[in-house]
């Protein structure tokens, strides 16, 4: 009998999948993508000038 012990890859796969699945990613569409980035940019710089004011 033949096992594979997948661990960490099964782990990277489940979470590729749910950040697809949540529209966090878009792998094929770097438009999309773009998008997603400067949004996150964004609201992490927002974030953080309001915790130092």
Not at 32 to 46: S, W
């Amino acid at each position: 009998m033949i096992t594979h012990d997948y661990g960490f890859n099964m782990t990277l796969i489940q979470s590729s999948v749910l950040v697809i699945a949540k529209g966090f990613y878009h792998p094929h569409e770097l438009s999309e993508q773009l998008q997603v980035d400067l949004t996150i940019a964004n609201t992490a710089t927002n974030l953080a000038e309001k915790t130092t004011s």
